[in-house]
């Protein structure tokens, strides 16, 4: 490949990068308008159902084969699960926080798949990245308290979805090495449905009110669609922005995620987070941005290890 073309990938990288930091809070904004009419379950299987429409065109058109080994349904269950656990207690916590506080406590999933990562699968992180992961703690608890003193425990389910969303993480590492991303979000959408779509149908007429699935009425319809149309095209864009331009680039971009959703969250429901948990958000990004940049630096230096010529 030449370097022209070579820049020409990562510059087209970087600006699906963008394009999904522009889209995925669009997804939220959709999901806390829908909310207050709609029960949270009914949502999260809109997200899904949607997503599963609209990813079978491009199966078909990409000529995709929807086969998958009999060893990997139980991964991609567990994945499908693990994202639906993780979208269902977001909506739950956005139904009545803003949405930059809610998306900051999210952030701390990077830092969950960095220790998860040091003492359970036993790689190679370092002290300072460490210390990097528990300053980003201490930043959550900055957003954490102001919610919880405004809304009670409902501040703590975005732990919840950060928890679930670092596990959906490193099993979408084993996963994506197996099969087409555009198959693996299919597959995702689908399972999720059919997980979902038999609680709604038993929930119905139970008076829960979080999955006893109602009728849709006007303007909802389009919250809906919403959002499963931003889920399917944010994630679309972030999975071919990630086959285009190296993570190490693309990483720090994400961040990006929490003004917009910020600048989003004040424009249409006139949220903006308060003294302490804009405190919180930055320290939250500060540690993310170290951590990543001292990846680099390993990546750098374990490359210069391997070059060196033998003594």
Same mark, same amino acid.
């Given at each position: 490949?030449?370097?022209?073309?070579?820049?020409?990938?990562?510059?087209?990288?970087?600006?699906?990068?963008?394009?999904?930091?522009?889209?995925?809070?669009?997804?939220?904004?959709?999901?806390?308008?829908?909310?207050?009419?709609?029960?949270? !379950?009914?949502?999260?299987?809109?997200?899904?159902?949607?997503?599963?429409?609209?990813?079978?065109?491009?199966?078909?058109?990409?000529?995709?084969?929807?086969?998958?080994?009999?060893?990997?349904?139980?991964?991609?269950?567990?994945?499908?699960?693990?994202?639906?656990?993780?979208?269902?207690?977001?909506?739950?916590?956005?139904?009545?926080?803003?949405?930059?506080?809610?998306?900051?406590?999210?952030?701390?999933?990077?830092?969950?798949?960095?220790?998860?990562?040091?003492?359970?699968?036993?790689?190679?992180?370092?002290?300072?990245?460490?210390?990097?992961?528990?300053?980003?703690?201490?930043?959550?608890?900055?957003?954490?308290?102001? #919610?919880?003193?405004?809304?009670?425990?409902?501040?703590?389910?975005?732990?919840?979805?950060?928890?679930?969303?670092?596990?959906?993480?490193?099993?979408?590492?084993?996963?994506?090495?197996?099969?087409?991303?555009?198959?693996?979000?299919?597959?995702?959408?689908?399972?999720?449905?059919?997980?979902?779509?038999?609680?709604?149908?038993?929930?119905? !007429?139970?008076?829960?009110?979080?999955?006893?699935?109602?009728?849709?009425?006007?303007?909802?319809?389009?919250?809906?669609?919403?959002?499963?149309?931003?889920?399917?095209?944010?994630?679309?864009?972030?999975?071919?922005?990630? #086959?285009?331009?190296?993570?190490?680039?693309?990483?720090?971009?994400?961040?990006?995620?929490?003004?917009?959703?910020?600048?989003?969250?004040?424009?249409?429901?006139?949220?903006?987070?308060?003294?302490?948990?804009?405190?919180?958000?930055?320290?939250?990004?500060?540690? !993310?941005?170290?951590?990543?940049?001292?990846?680099?630096?390993?990546?750098?230096?374990?490359?210069?290890?391997?070059?060196?010529?033998?003594?």
């Amino acid at each position: 490949m030449s370097p022209i073309s070579s820049s020409d990938s990562v510059l087209t990288g970087v600006t699906l990068m963008l394009g999904f930091c522009l889209t995925a809070p669009l997804l939220d904004v959709a999901a806390k308008l829908a909310a207050s009419s709609v029960p949270i !379950g009914q949502i999260t299987a809109a997200r899904f159902i949607v997503q599963c429409a609209l990813m079978a065109p491009f199966i078909w058109i990409m000529g995709l084969s929807l086969q998958v080994a009999r060893g990997q349904w139980l991964a991609l269950a567990l994945r499908a699960l693990l994202l639906l656990f993780a979208t269902f207690c977001f909506i739950a916590a956005i139904r009545v926080m803003p949405l930059a506080d809610a998306l900051a406590i999210v952030f701390v999933a990077p830092f969950i798949v960095l220790l998860v990562g040091k003492f359970y699968l036993g790689e190679d992180v370092g002290p300072r990245r460490v210390g990097a992961a528990l300053v980003g703690f201490v930043g959550v608890l900055f957003v954490i308290q102001p #919610s919880f003193t405004a809304f009670g425990a409902v501040a703590f389910i975005p732990l919840c979805t950060a928890v679930a969303f670092a596990l959906y993480i490193l099993m979408t590492r084993g996963l994506s090495r197996q099969m087409h991303p555009v198959t693996l979000q299919f597959h995702t959408g689908l399972i999720a449905s059919l997980f979902c779509t038999p609680i709604l149908i038993l929930a119905h !007429g139970s008076g829960s009110e979080l999955f006893d699935p109602v009728w849709p009425t006007g303007i909802t319809w389009l919250w809906l669609l919403g959002v499963g149309f931003f889920a399917t095209v944010s994630h679309m864009m972030i999975t071919y922005a990630l #086959s285009l331009a190296p993570s190490a680039t693309l990483a720090p971009l994400q961040y990006f995620e929490l003004p917009v959703a910020t600048f989003f969250g004040y424009l249409v429901f006139n949220d903006f987070p308060n003294t302490l948990s804009l405190i919180g958000i930055m320290i939250i990004i500060s540690a !993310g941005l170290y951590m990543i940049y001292r990846e680099k630096v390993t990546a750098k230096q374990l490359v210069t290890e391997r070059a060196a010529p033998p003594i």
